[in-house]
Every structure is written in C-alpha cells, then in structure tokens.
C-alpha cells in the first residue's frame, strides 16, 4: 500500500483496502498508528473481531475502530468498524502495512565470503559472516541475515527472505518471495542406507535435489531432506511452521500448512490445501488426497482420500475418532459394570448347579 500516507487515518485505511467505515463520521479522519487484540488496542489502533466468542470483550475495547465481518451485528460496540468480507484477513492486510520486518544492511557486509562465479541481482542485501558458494545465483533484492550458509549451485529467486543461521544445500532451488526462518536447512541428505551382508549400514549417496517454489515460508528449525535420486518439492504456497521434518522425496502440495513438530517420511504426497496440525506424523510412500485436514497427533499410517478430516492412530474418520475418544472415557464405568455382571453371573450358575443338586437329590 504505498500510497498510502504515512500517518493514515481510518478513512484512508478503509479505502486503500476495499473496505468501508460504519459509525461516527467524525472518527473516520483519526489517524490510525497500529493494531492490536481488543483487549489491549487503544484510542488511534485498529482491532477486529471474527469470533462471535469475543463480542463481550469488543464492548468493551479502546479501539479507534473494529474490524468486523460482512453480516456480523454491531450494536453496542463503543466505537466504528471497518466492514470487510473477512475480518481476520483484512486484519492480516492492515497488520502488514503497519509492520516493518528487519532487514540487514543493504549492500555486502565486509565480514560476508562471496565466491567470484556467484551471481547477485539488484538490490540484495548480504549480512555479517554470510558464506555464499561458487556458481549461486541471487535474485533481485534477496536478503540474507548474519551466517547464512549457501552451498554451491544453490539458486534464491526474488524478493526472497533468509534469517540468521540458515543453510542452503548444493543445488537447492528457492522461487520468489520465499521467507525462511532461523536455523532452518533445505537440502540436508536424506535418511538412506542399504544393509551390509554383516548387519552394518551402507550409505546410500543423497544426490538428488530439493525445491521450494515461489511464495513459501519456512518456520525456524524446520529441516527438508534431499533424496538419492529425483527431488523433494515443496509447492508454491505452501506455509511450514517451526520443527517441521519433510523427508526425501516428499512431496507437498500448493498452499498446504504443516503445523509445529509435523513429521513426513520419505517418498510421500501430501495434496493441495492439506491442513496437518500439530504433531501428526505421516508414514512413507503414502498419498494424503487434496483439502485433507489431520488433527494434532495423529498419525497417518495409510493413504487418506480427498476431503477427509482424520483423528487419532491409526488416524480414521473425525467423527468415529470423537466417537471412540467419548468412549475411552467410559471404560473404567463400563469395566466395573462388567465385572459386577460377571459376579452376578456366577452367583445365579452357582445358584443353578444348587438347586439342580438339591432336585436330584
């Protein structure tokens, strides 16, 4: 939004994105200096509401104004709202233009090792203890913070984003607009080994390759192997939270979200829009369909169709998961049942055999 003035007023704001402002007129020319939650935003921020959970709190905010849904109801709210299609992604869009993300030096630090064959673009900025290997290729304004690490022939399109301590393996492709947080490695060799006729292991060399297509983030401490042959591929889109572990040749679909400590071994697909909470773990060689939602700890032993949510080990449909989880609940109610069942039973047989002796008898 750079035409946006530096100090916008809520007026402005609201026009820049699309959106429109309900309430005081007078409000509409404050000028907005931030965002925040509505319970911390005061009299020149925005905030929003998306969770019809938090009305009570939006009656009571600070807030210059309330960023609020299209349909959602606004009585007693002490101040306007900015009527948007999407109140959580307009606050997203709104919360963008007020923050300013770090950015090292522009230009080449004197600390920062550059191989003569490398390639740099327009504009990059290249940080403090920065290695950067023979034949890479930087695009047009890539930033690279203090002591990242590029291999050889690694290539980093446009506008892309490395944090401190990342390393790039040989020949790792990033697109544009990539952002990768600290301490990640992309391209790091892949879990193989072949077994020695002695019960030892045999290395089997990783000399495929990984690539990150345009738009992706990558969370801190993630790690994304390499395979033997063939390549690893994280699609354009795709947003990667923190301790992620993506095996060899694995593959993740467009605009997917692998959330916190997600693990995924080699050789597996994983569709377009999948939401994998935290924790789950998928098994190799296996497919997880398009728009497939796993909820935290599950884990994926076998292929998941198109469209499903799955919970638990082995993962199953969510509703049969819940169902089986409200009966895990019931089982020491249900064991002592049993087991005075189990008592009464015998007592009527004892009885039984009794009275059967006593008739012969």
Known sequence: MNHLPSAPTLRDLAAAFGYTVEGAAD????????????????PTELTF?????????ARTTRAA??????????????????????????????AGWFYRPPRPSSG?????????????????????YVVV????????????????VIYDGARIGDDSVLHAHVVIREQVELGCRVIVHNHVT???????????PDGSWEKIPQAGRVIVEDDVEIGAGTQIDRPSVGETRIRRGAKLDNLVQ???AVEVGEDTLLCAQVGIAGSATIGSRVILAGQVGVAGHLTIGDGVTALAQSGIPNDVPAGQ???????????????????????????????????????LELAARENETSRKG
Not at 30 to 36: K, N, Q
Not at 133 to 148: K, P
Not at 186 to 192: A, E, N, Q, R, T
Request: charged share 20%.
């Open 133 to 148: 290997g023979e034949n890479v290729v930087l695009g047009d304004r890539v930033r690279l913070f203090a002591h990242t």
């Open 309 to 347: 949510q799955v919970a638990g080990y082995p993962a199953v449909d969510r509703r049969q998961w819940l169902r089986v989880s409200a009966a895990q609940a019931r089982l020491p109610d249900l064991l002592k049942q049993v087991q005075h069942l189990e008592a009464r039973l015998k007592a």
């Open 49 to 57: 509401l998306s969770n019809p959970r938090y009305a009570a709190k």
């Open 186 to 196: 992309i391209g790091c060799d892949g879990f193989g080994y072949a077994k020695r």
């Open 108 to 128: 080449i630090h004197p600390t920062a090792i550059i191989a003569p064959s490398a390639q740099l673009g327009a504009e990059v900025s290249v940080g403090p």
């Open 65 to 94: 104004a309330i960023i609020v849904s299209q349909g959602v109801a606004t009585e007693g709210l002490p101040c306007p709202v900015v009527r948007a299609p999407d109140a959580y992604l307009a606050f997203a869009r709104m």
């Open 246 to 248: 993506i095996g060899h």
């Open 27 to 42: 409000a509409a020319g404050t000028v907005i200096t931030g965002v925040a939650g509505l319970d911390e935003a005061g």
